[in-house]
Structure formats: C-alpha cells, structure tokens
C-alpha cells in the first residue's frame, strides 16, 4: 500500500516504522494531502516495541499527534476503540 501512495501522491511525510498502521491519505481543499493513520494501530506498534499501554499513549500524545511538521502533518484516524 506505501509504495503505491508514494507513487500517486508526492511529498507525504510518512512516520518511520509504522508503515503497516497506514490506512489511507486524507485530502482537502486548499490543503496538501496527508497520510492518515489508525490511531489503535500506532499504539500497539508502541507496545510491540516494548512501551507499557500508559508508556505508548504518553509517547502517541506528545511525540506524533503533538508534532507539527507543515502542511503535510500526517493525520491521526481516532475510532470508537481508540
């Protein structure tokens, strides 16, 4: 799935290791398209690196969601399960 975004779309950020919690791209008017992720399965990708449950959400909230990198910022999918 990354390499045919990589090829449609140009210039997305993508986080490093966490390629498999990609579910799409998100577009907009007037802004640049993002790369969206599953938030559930950006914390278990947390976990499966050794963090704890509180450990990967701490991590999650201020290192990925709080990060702004530009316009083309990736994009956090929060479900009923997150």
Known sequence: MLESLLEKYENLLIMD????????????????????????????QLMNDGMSCEEAEEWFSFNQLGAYMGESTPIFLFTPES
Do not use: A, H, M, T
């Not at 577009?27 to 399965?41: F, I």
């Open 17 to 44: 290791g966490f390629d498999g919690c990609i579910v799409g791209v998100g577009e907009s008017c007037g802004s640049e398209p993002r790369v969206v992720y599953d938030v559930n399965k950006v914390i278990e």
